[in-house]
């Protein structure tokens, strides 16, 4: 990154790859990022990590698309394997603006006029602004006329949303991280934070070290296992009935907070009744935990003064991750552990923006700020705003849609800044379906996997080169600020976005993102007292917000829950199988996620030198005893098959890893995790089973 002395200009920003929200100063020379250094920002306190100092080389790389591109005739829409995206010219050609706007909104309107609204659908990401986010699900409401607009929150965190939707009446986390500073105990639930949340992980082991007790459940070991003061390892799936016996443990021994389960929640009785027969003893043979371990455990949550609990996708990524969510829900509310200082529930959010992108209505089922679509009177309220009539029918979510392009029922897509040919389950499935669309418009930095696919191709904006909004797990909004010029015919994302919604017909007129955060705050209560200017100003303001000139609140609902009572509710929950249990044919787990140096299907990460040249390829990683069962040293190759298909890619020891468990990074399209994943969706959150798969190993290019 060059000598940092040497830079002419000085950009704040925020980091734009995990939703820790670190800020960060841009060391700008000559229009180029030299370097990169931390701010003290509310989440980073002067921190980054890695990926934050390194990654920032990606939007100049030789890849990166600086003209509108649109596909040849005769050329397949599929996967080509020798396709270079840094050549793109032998499927695709260049175009002027207008020609690639035009074709790319007319194959769009001709789809709606022949097939009707819902013939449309759109994928948003979290890796865009919240300005972006708003603008995106506004075309898909009030252009496509449907509300099949969804984004990857559905893979990440969609069924910890349902659960706290349901159970707390918001989605959001009630307490930021910095509040482990304050906690007596903190526990880390299928998170791998030093990995995931690097930042995060920072103030984890500040706060053990001042003394917090941190217990760490998962069924694989981490860094953070250093600093814990207990690590147990339950046997994948097996939450649910861990999480159970612990709430036995709290009820039987009368641990349970009854002056605040009175005053602040509903259906204690009905949860302390399900759970009385479900003891440490008779979950035990689920969760693979011994039972004096799940009492000590229990008490040690229970009877701290104040307590948080943390969790990643390892919790949400089930059949049963709203279940999950639930059981930590309600452990917290027993135990009276929400609603002051060192006390919380938090699901770590993964991607930069997936808070904002999901507050901003980027979410089939509602609209911004979670006003549900089928509600009329709150749908009246955007109808008003926008001027138009709004579909009362929740949309598709991301598999779903994937399963309607399948049927013959969705038959075009505008896709910004996502990857679903990378990052979706089944991917042989996922990527037929793309194939098979007859009009596909990416808006993207690169041409990815999925654009491979598109019939026209957008240069969009890369986060350096853009103003705008985004909003960290822990509720702040922060702002973005551009440090270098778009390359070539690059675009502003807002402004592609704005001319596809000019040729739907709808007179939109934003001169800049300002405008567009201006016309959120008259359909989101949460962006009271947030206005850009403070943003400006500030870098940073937490919401809910009091008033213009307070900060705000970092921890919530010590009163009430934003629910119809005020209350919060107990959700009992049966512990249930994974949806597909190893058996003699397919005996080991197979479990996906992201390496600390990449991020998702890595299109930003992986044209990052620093990052690539730490991690250049696919690894599985295996404990100790598997590798030698499978006769294999590391660096040996290994193949893993599933129902839905095989990889083969090298072996890396891994002392956290459990016998009978892999684990693949899904950021490699040379060896594809998502070909192997199980698309069974949890019935609630419809997020996909990414955490379990029935799988067989194999030494070698194996059998
Ligand atoms: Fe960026 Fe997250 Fe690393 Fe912070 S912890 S520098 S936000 S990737």
Redesign the pocket.
């Known amino acids: 990154h060059g000598d940092s002395r040497a830079a002419d200009r000085r950009v704040d920003s ?9 800020q ?1 100063t841009y060391q700008v020379k000559d229009d180029a990022i030299l370097a990169v250094e ?1 701010r003290d920002g509310p ?2 306190r002067n ?7 390194f ?1 920032f080389d990606y939007p100049r790389h030789a890849a990166r698309l600086t003209m509108p591109l649109i596909r040849k005739p005769g050329v397949a829409k599929a996967l080509d394997p020798d396709f270079d995206p840094a050549n793109p010219s032998s499927h695709f050609r260049e175009a002027s603006w207008d020609e690639a706007l035009e074709l790319a909104a007319k194959g769009l309107v001709d789809l709606k006029t022949t097939h009707g609204p819902a013939a449309l659908a759109g994928f948003g990401s979290a890796k865009c602004t919240n300005e972006e986010a708003w603008l995106f699900q506004k075309l898909v409401r009030t252009g496509f006329g449907s509300n099949h607009v969804d984004h990857c929150t559905r893979l990440c965190h969609a069924s910890s949303v349902a659960a706290l939707m349901e159970c707390i009446g918001s989605g959001a986390v009630t307490a930021s991280f910095l509040q482990a500073l304050e906690a007596d105990v903190v526990v880390l639930i299928g998170c791998n934070p030093a990995v995931n ?5 920072t103030f984890f082991k500040q706060a053990a070290k001042q003394g917090t007790r941190i217990v760490i459940l998962d069924p694989r070991g981490q860094a953070l296992d250093a600093y814990a003061h207990r690590s147990l390892r339950f046997t994948p799936g097996g939450d649910v009935a861990l999480l159970n016996a612990m709430l036995n443990v709290i009820v039987t021994e009368d641990l349970v907070d009854h002056d605040y389960v009175d005053a602040h929640t509903e259906g204690f009785a009905a949860l302390a009744e399900h759970v009385r027969e479900l003891t440490p003893e008779v979950m035990a043979p689920s969760c693979g935990v011994d039972p004096q371990a799940i009492r000590e455990v229990a008490r040690l949550y229970a009877t701290a003064e104040r307590a948080m609990i943390f969790w990643g996708m390892g919790i949400s990524q089930h059949v049963h991750g709203t279940d999950n969510a639930r059981c930590l829900i309600s452990l917290a509310l027993a135990c009276g552990h929400t609603g002051r200082p060192g006390t919380g529930l938090h699901p770590l959010r993964g991607q ?1 923006n997936v808070q904002g992108a999901s507050d901003a209505g980027l979410i089939p089922m509602v609209l911004p700020d979670y006003q549900p679509v089928g509600d009329a009177q709150l749908r009246a309220a955007f109808e008003e705003l926008w001027n138009t009539p709004l579909d009362e029918t929740p949309g598709l979510t991301v598999v779903e849609i994937m399963d309607a392009i399948r049927d013959g029922v969705i038959r075009g897509m505008y896709i910004l800044g996502e990857n679903p040919a990378m990052s979706d389950p089944d991917l042989e499935h996922a990527r037929a379906a793309l194939g098979q669309l007859e009009h596909l418009v990416v808006q993207d930095l690169f041409v990815t996997e999925t654009a491979q696919f598109a019939d026209v191709v957008l240069p969009a904006s890369a986060w350096p080169e853009k103003d705008g909004t985004v909003t ?1 797990t822990n509720r702040q909004v922060q702002l973005g600020r551009q440090a270098v010029p778009l390359p070539g015919q690059a675009r502003p994302d807002w402004w592609i976005i704005q001319e596809i919604a000019r040729r739907f017909g709808l007179g939109w007129d934003y001169a800049h993102p300002r405008e567009v955060f201006a016309e959120m705050k008259h359909g989101m209560v949460s962006l009271d007292h947030i206005t850009w200017e403070r943003l400006e100003r500030e870098g940073s303001v937490t919401y809910p917000c009091p008033a213009d000139d307070a900060p705000g609140w970092d921890v919530v609902f010590g009163d009430a829950f934003p629910t119809a009572s005020g209350k919060a509710r107990f959700s009992p929950t049966v512990p249930l199988p994974p949806d597909e249990p190893i058996d003699g044919d397919y005996p080991t787990v197979l479990t996906t996620g992201r390496q600390l140096e990449h ?1 998702h299907t890595g299109a930003m990460t992986r044209r990052a030198r620093v990052l690539d040249d730490l991690e250049p390829e696919a690894v599985a990683s295996l404990a100790p005893g598997e590798l030698r069962r499978l006769k294999l040293v590391p660096g040996e190759p290994v193949t893993i098959v599933t129902r839905r298909g095989r990889i083969t890619l090298r072996t890396r020891v891994d002392p956290g890893m459990t016998e009978g468990m892999v684990f693949v990074p899904f950021c490699y399209a040379e060896a594809a995790a998502n070909l192997l994943t199980n698309p069974a969706l949890d019935p609630y959150g419809k997020i996909p089973e990414f955490k379990y798969a029935a799988c067989r190993l194999s030494p070698g290019d194996g059998p």
């Open positions: 925020v980091c734009p790859y995990c939703g820790v929200g670190c960060l931390g989440s980073n921190r980054l990590c890695v990926k934050g100092r990654g949340h690097p930042v995060a992980a930069n960290n991020w």
